[in-house]
């Protein structure tokens, strides 16, 4: 019996302790910013959030106004929705961190001076050299040989702007095959539009599955499909296999040899797949949105053929377009600002270190615990907020120019000058390094249609797509469905 009563006393214990572990009996301390938990005790609000995380955080927002933390399984996050009051989340620096990002400090200072070196200045002029080597290659190839080189052929916009930018960019950074290795150069090409065709297609199904996975709520067949796609791209990205291939970029190069003593090279082959994914993932999806609306909105067409065009083209084949045609374009760096801000809904968390306050721009201060995390969400918070952006749903293509032509900057929200307006790339610490070139991908693919293509909607009236509701947080945002479009060569 007296066993009996110590066991069942000891459950209790354990179960008691795991409550109060899981934040079970947390409430609001003095000075904390409002406290929501939800209904269903430890999930909180994780399926409210997952299934609808946008409208669910309009209306948490409007409910606690700018600052609130709610229990999202195991977590209590504490979401900053004041644009004003995003410098405390966005300034702090690597080595002096109280909000932590994930990856270990080693791993970012070489991230840090890779993507310094290859993304930006003289690195990313070759890159987007290079980058437009590829483009030309999948988006021309086959018009040579076709016997109507003039008919209109049709395709999903989607499949195809992701399918194209995708492939461009992997050759770009991962290389390409050698004639050395294939025979002769036009070989080589050949099989470096087969391969990353192969690649295309594997990395959309992981993609398909990425939002279930990341939440952890994958079905075992959806498990085992993902374990197999790791394992074919951990295989595909190998050292051993980059090895037979030329022309990796510096970045790709720096970021797989540099990792210092000790780390194997299967590690190194995982890391290569998820630059695959950070490099890959939104570019793709956000250069079927710029396109989309372009050919919706035939006034914003209009204005960046006439930017893109000026400079006559004598020759179609020979016509380069060079890394200082690519920096003289407001009007198109304009569009494709407004598209992402339509479009780019990624959620920026960090670890909080240690307890904190934190002071809104307004003199209002919180405490914030060690243990939580804090996160902002830009789409909400300032991307659709009519008072920084008018009539936010809808697309002006010149919203970032001035009257001048040149790049808008200020935006205001109470009077006050909003200095983020728009946060595609996150911020701090973990802001894209890739943006620059990023940028240069949407802005070359955009001009290449435009100079080798007439284009259009099969449907005029088509509607915008929906967004995914599944894939908010996660990045750019991809269409519920296809749209359909057709393109010939316009020569
Ligand atoms: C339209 C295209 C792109 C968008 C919208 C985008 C957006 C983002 C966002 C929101 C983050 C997370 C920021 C944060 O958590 O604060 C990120 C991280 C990252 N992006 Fe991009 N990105 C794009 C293209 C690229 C490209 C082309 C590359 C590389 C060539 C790249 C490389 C990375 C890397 C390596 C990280 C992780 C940074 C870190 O952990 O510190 N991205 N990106």
């Known amino acids: 019996m007296e066993l009996l009563l110590t066991l069942f006393l000891c459950v209790l214990a354990c179960l008691f302790g795991g409550l109060c572990i899981l934040g079970f009996f947390r409430q609001r301390r003095p000075g904390e910013p409002p406290l929501d938990k939800g209904w269903i005790p430890w999930l909180g609000h994780v399926l409210e959030f997952r299934r609808e995380t946008a409208k669910f955080l309009q209306r948490m927002t409007q409910k606690h106004a700018d600052v609130f933390t709610i229990q999202l399984g195991g977590f209590y996050v504490t979401f900053l929705q004041d644009p004003l009051s995003f410098g405390a989340f966005v300034k702090e620096s690597r080595e002096k961190l109280i909000f932590g990002y994930k990856g270990t400090g080693n791993e970012h200072s070489i991230l840090d001076a890779a993507s310094q070196k290859h993304l930006k200045g003289h690195g990313l002029q070759i890159m987007t050299e290079t980058m437009m080597n590829k483009l030309q290659n999948l988006m021309l190839h086959h018009l040579g040989s076709c016997a109507n080189q003039n008919s209109w052929k049709e395709d999903g916009l989607f499949n195809y702007c992701y399918n194209i930018v995708f492939r461009a960019g992997y050759l770009a950074l991962y290389g390409n095959a050698t004639a050395q290795t294939e025979g002769d150069e036009e070989k080589a090409r050949a099989k470096d539009r087969t391969e990353s065709e192969v690649l295309f297609h594997e990395f959309r199904k992981y993609d398909q599955l990425f939002p279930n996975l990341a939440y952890g709520v994958l079905t075992p067949k959806g498990k085992r499909e993902a374990n197999r796609l790791l394992s074919f791209f951990w295989g595909t990205l190998s050292m051993e296999r980059m090895k037979s291939k030329e022309n990796n970029s510096g970045w790709i190069w720096d970021m797989s ?76 760096d304009s569009a494709v600002e407004e598209v992402l801000r339509l479009v780019a809904a990624p959620l920026l968390t960090r670890s909080v270190l240690q307890d904190m306050t934190l002071k809104m721009a307004d003199g209002r201060e919180f405490l914030i615990r060690k243990g939580d995390r804090m996160a902002v969400f830009p789409y909400i918070a300032v991307h659709i907020d009519p008072e920084i952006h008018p009539d936010p749903f809808t697309f002006k293509y010149d919203r970032f120019l001035t009257p001048e032509g040149t790049k808008k900057t200020d935006f205001y929200k109470g009077g006050k000058r909003v200095r983020y307006y728009t946060m595609p790339w996150g911020s701090g610490v973990s802001m894209c390094p890739g943006r620059f070139f990023a940028t240069n991908e949407l802005k070359q693919f955009v001009f290449l249609m435009l100079v080798y293509f007439d284009f259009e909607l099969m449907n005029p009236d088509e509607k915008i797509p929906h967004t995914d509701h599944q894939r908010w947080g996660f990045g750019t945002m991809q269409p519920d469905r296809e749209v359909q479009f057709r393109y010939r060569l316009r020569y």
């Open 257 to 332: 040899h540099n990792r210092g003593e000790g780390v194997q090279e299967s590690m190194i082959d995982r890391h290569m797949f998820v630059l695959l994914w950070a490099s890959q993932g939104n570019t793709g999806p956000s250069s079927f949105w710029l396109l989309f609306y372009l050919m919706k909105h035939p006034d914003a067409m209009e204005a960046v053929r006439n930017e893109v065009l000026k400079g006559t083209i004598h020759n179609l084949f020979e016509f380069n377009l060079t890394h200082e045609m690519l920096m003289k374009t407001p009007v198109l």
